[in-house]
T-cell receptor, first 112, second 114 residues
Framework: DGGITQSPKYLFRKEGQNVTLSCEQNLNHDAMYWYRQDPGQGLRLIYYSQIVNDFQKGDIAEGYSVSREKKESFPLTVTSAQKNPTAFYLC???????????FGPGTRLTVL | KQEVTQIPAALSVPEGENLVLNCSFTDSAIYNLQWFRQDPGKGLTSLLLIQSSQREQTSGRLNASLDKSSGRSTLYIAASQPGDSATYLCAVLYSGGGADGLTFGKGTHLIIQP
């Protein structure tokens, strides 16, 4: 069953903690992306990666970090430096940059 | 700053009607445009992708058009059904410079009344 999986579905974090959101794809896609969605706003790009061991900052990268050690995986760490991390986080992938993007089911992060 | 605007923000129509959702973008130098559907609390489902060289794409009851010169795209839904109720998002991939992610509109929240 091909697709994009994200875990966990819900995540609660205390202020000052770092948390890591998982994103895995078995579509053999080279490019992967992280977006953030807030109520009343469009999705905004956090980070993207066009190929293994390479990634670029998006529009709102401050307070976030990523790694791309494997083609299938693109984890996102929300650090304590992110001032307002409560949001819905969506991971996407495409066969290469510039092609149709497919999205995972999302992780809802709440800071307590 | 490149922006994507969707009008209307919300729309409620009776079942069976044909309807049009609008999307406008500020920069005509686009690589492609994608329409998505999002159900509450869920991820995005890709509906249609239009490359910059194309004028329209069709999938079942859905038809999307692209006019780069005017910076507009429309999503036409024929014979609407209650199951079409969702938020529809328009997203543009701009060519050249900057991040290679999509720029999204805020969406149109669609309700189809049975």
């Amino acid at each position: 069953d091909g697709g994009i999986t994200q875990s966990p579905k819900y995540l609660f974090r205390k202020e000052g903690q770092n948390v890591t959101l998982s994103c895995e794809q078995n579509l053999n896609h080279d490019a992967m992306y992280w977006y953030r969605q807030d109520p009343g706003q469009g999705l905004r790009l956090i980070y993207y990666s066009q190929i293994v061991n390479d990634f670029q900052k998006g529009d709102i990268a401050e307070g976030y970090s990523v790694s791309r050690e494997k083609k299938e995986s693109f984890p996102l760490t929300v650090t304590s430096a992110q001032k307002n991390p409560t949001a819905f986080y969506l991971c996407a992938s495409s066969i290469d940059a510039g092609n149709e993007q497919f999205f995972g089911p999302g992780t809802r992060l709440t800071v307590l | 700053k490149q922006e994507v605007t969707q009008i209307p923000a919300a729309l409620s129509v009776p079942e069976g009607e044909n309807l049009v959702l609008n999307c406008s973008f500020t920069d005509s130098a686009i690589y492609n445009l994608q329409w998505f559907r999002q159900d509450p609390g869920k991820g995005l489902t890709s509906l249609l992708l239009i490359q910059s060289s194309q004028r329209e794409q069709t999938s079942g009851r859905l038809n999307a058009s692209l006019d780069k010169s005017s910076g507009r795209s429309t999503l036409y839904i024929a014979a609407s059904q209650p199951g079409d109720s969702a938020t529809y998002l328009c997203a543009v991939l701009y060519s050249g410079g900057g991040a290679d992610g999509l720029t999204f509109g805020k969406g149109t929240h669609l309700i189809i009344q049975p």
